[in-house]
């Protein structure tokens, strides 16, 4: 049986009003020790609000928060054992790396032995034994990060927050910085909290991610299962590529549902255990591009387990293993799917005919809440 020791940090039915703007809207969630959890969601859906009450920057309107089970909503953002990493990071130019990583502890009054060695521990873990005496400036983008970290694990928080951190980084750098950053939290071993709107930071690092939409959380769960087992239309939407289609029911069983999608398309989708849907509901279909497969023969795949459509290549997309290929479908709709480009002279190209088919197994299906608009 879990108890509230096992978490770092709890919220409970948090609420959080701007006027009759609900930016916070009855959010609950446990971390357990040692986590990597992540927030994701787009600009404006709250995730950043919930950061702050989190740290004691706002004051929740409804609700509470616990670290290491202890109500820490009468506690002032200083007294809480929460540390923050901001996507500029803060540190202070005019301090070598020794005294940035310092500055926490001189404050809280340990001796100068008890600085040197904690310094000196946290360098190593973060692998920049040799930059003690370095100046700020003289630093790579990725070592300000560890820097900016490891300025705030000397002081052995219970709950590190993270908001944006990698926001400032050139792509080559944020790629390398998401391995370093999972590799750091096992590392210190402590609770990360990552608030971004990049889904693959966050698949990539968490152990656990929310999804926020409009200030609640559509879904928690590990990565593979907001990609492969979406609970919502948005959901299916927001993490990973998706071909999408909007129809409505036509026929249904307890295993799968039969759409028609607003172009006169006939598919079958795998049903959702209380999807609630009925004959004729408004619904939103959504297939992955790797499970598509796109190819020059126009022979019909057996309908008894595939989904089918005919198109024309438009262009291909090489990125060597992840390259997709992009189909004008006979009813107009540009489809995505992924393939595998060898430079032989069986690759699709641009202007060929191409029947793609899927399983029926793949193809996923909520109902229509208004959230996307006719592709």
Not at 30 to 44: A, E, R, Y
Not at 161 to 170: K, T
Not at 266 to 275: F, G, H, I, T, Y
Not at 317 to 326: D, K
Request: glycine share 8%; net charge negative.
């Amino acid at each position: 049986m879990t108890n509230a020791q096992d978490y770092d940090l709890e919220c409970t039915n948090l609420m959080k009003h701007f006027g009759a703007v609900r930016a916070v809207d009855d959010v609950s969630f446990n971390i357990p020790k040692g986590s990597f959890f992540s927030i994701l969601g787009p600009s404006g859906c709250g995730k950043t609000t919930l950061m702050r009450m989190i740290a004691g920057f706002e004051n929740p309107t409804a609700g509470d928060i616990h670290i290491k089970g202890n109500s820490v909503l009468n506690t002032p953002p200083n007294k809480r054992n929460v540390k923050m990493v901001f996507q500029h990071l803060a540190l202070f130019p005019m301090m070598n790396v020794y005294d940035n990583i310092a500055y926490g502890l001189k404050c809280n009054g340990a001796s100068a032995s008890e600085i040197k060695t904690k310094v000196r521990d946290v360098l190593e873990r973060i692998a920049l034994p040799d930059v003690a005496k370095r100046e700020i400036h003289q630093l790579s983008g990725g070592q300000k990060q560890r820097i900016a970290i490891a300025r705030c694990m000397v002081l052995d928080p219970d709950v590190l927050l993270l908001d944006e951190p990698l926001g400032a980084l050139d792509l080559k750098l944020r790629e390398a910085m998401k391995i370093e950053l999972k590799l750091l939290q096992h590392q210190f071993n402590t609770t990360f909290i990552y608030i971004t709107h990049d889904q693959s930071e966050a698949l990539v690092m968490s152990d656990h991610v929310a999804i926020m939409n409009n200030g609640k959380f559509e879904q928690i769960g590990r990565p593979e299962d907001l990609y492969h087992k979406p609970d919502t239309a948005f959901v299916a939407g927001f993490v990973g590529d998706s071909n999408r289609w909007n129809g409505n029911v036509i026929a249904m069983d307890d295993k799968q549902i039969k759409v028609e999608t607003d172009t006169g398309l006939a598919m079958v989708c795998k049903r959702n255990p209380n999807d609630g849907l009925s004959d004729g509901d408004a619904v939103n279909i959504f297939v992955r591009p790797e499970f598509i497969a796109a190819k020059k023969t126009r022979t019909k795949s057996s309908k008894d387990t595939k989904n089918t459509m005919d198109g024309t290549v438009d262009s291909i997309l090489f990125n060597g293993a992840n390259s997709r290929v992009l189909v004008r479908s006979d009813n107009g709709q540009l489809i995505e799917a992924d393939i595998v480009v060898t430079g032989g002279a069986s690759d699709l190209r641009s202007g060929d005919a191409v029947n793609m088919s899927w399983a029926h197994a793949q193809t996923m299906c909520f109902a229509d809440k208004g959230e996307f608009d006719a592709k």
